[in-house]
């Protein structure tokens, strides 16, 4: 397969990394550190570097104690330590989603006690219901269904992600799959 082929695919994770041992190439990282790997892999190019850690703090977020006045650093991470920490402080309703491991990352300097506060005002802003938490790029799969259901609101979960199913083996440019009202045909080959 050449590079350009590679290109007009969504790929996804399990077959990024089929393609990594395949090619005998690193199999870690993010979707879009596999996808770039292979893609250079398969025209020739040198590999992409793996992006280097940022950040000064020698602080070991897996093994430190951690307490309400412990200050986050600019090498937070959120192993079983931190997610361990904050359940016990907020209870088994406590999720480490993006907007929060976002917040944490972007207010170095504040203590765990202010991230336990952003965590209730993160999770106060699901009761208003013209709140919509902002899909990472990466996340095709998610934003294929938002964007389905926004088109067409009567469309439920299910047929969106028939669509979905339908869509995915298809050519997708630069290997992101967008909805496009034509979609909806694979619910009535569905049918039939």
Request: aromatic share 10%; charged share 25%; net charge neutral.
């Amino acid at each position: 397969m050449t590079a350009t082929e590679f290109d007009r695919w969504y790929w996804p994770v399990d077959a990024l990394k089929a393609f990594c041992e395949a090619l005998d190439i690193p199999a870690t990282g993010t979707k879009a550190t596999l996808r770039d790997r292979v893609a250079a892999a398969l025209s020739g190019a040198p590999l992409p570097k793996a992006p280097k850690r940022s950040g000064t703090s020698t602080f070991n977020w897996a093994k430190a104690d951690l307490t309400p006045d412990t200050v986050i650093t600019d090498t937070v991470s959120f192993g079983p330590n931190v997610r361990g920490y904050f359940k016990s402080r907020i209870g088994p309703k406590f999720s480490c989603h993006g907007d929060f491991m976002d917040w944490m990352r972007s207010n170095t300097g504040a203590t765990l006690a202010d991230a336990e506060q952003a965590w209730h005002m993160l999770e106060a802003r699901k009761d208003d219901p013209t709140f919509r938490r902002e899909i990472a790029t990466c996340n095709n799969y998610l934003q294929y269904l938002r964007d389905a259901r926004d088109a067409h609101p009567d469309l439920t979960l299910e047929q969106a992600k028939a669509c979905w199913d339908a869509k995915k083996i298809q050519p997708a440019p630069g290997g992101y799959v967008r909805f496009e009202t034509v979609d909806l045909t694979a619910l009535s080959r569905e049918n039939s």
